[in-house]
């Protein structure tokens, strides 16, 4: 797929089954189409064990693809030096 675009989110509709739509020029960012019609923006990398990890940035509306794009251009350099958002996110999400 091409750029990510506001035009091109809102022309994907939701199926049966969640499905992502990734973006050619920012290899790893894409959107994640729930069955409800909620979309929601995403990296995708691989962690220090060469496991693959989905981050989730935020929801289309409330982030913009600009926006989203930028945050997604941070994280590769943060997962570089070490840093898994995933389980951080896991890590504070538990009691």
């Given at each position: 797929m091409s750029r990510l675009t506001k035009?091109?989110?809102d022309q994907r509709q939701p199926q049966?089954?969640?499905y992502f739509a990734w973006e050619?020029?920012?290899?790893g960012f894409g959107v994640h189409v729930f069955p409800s019609g909620r979309k929601t923006y995403l990296i995708q990398y691989r962690d220090a064990h060469g496991r693959t990890r989905r981050?989730?940035?935020g929801?289309?509306?409330m982030l913009t693809p600009d926006q989203a794009r930028t945050l997604a251009q941070q994280a590769p350099a943060r997962?570089?030096?070490?840093d898994n958002p995933t389980q951080q996110r896991q890590r504070r999400a538990r009691p």
């Open positions: 035009r091109v989110i049966a089954h969640e050619a020029e920012l290899p981050y989730g940035l929801p289309h509306g997962v570089r030096a070490g």
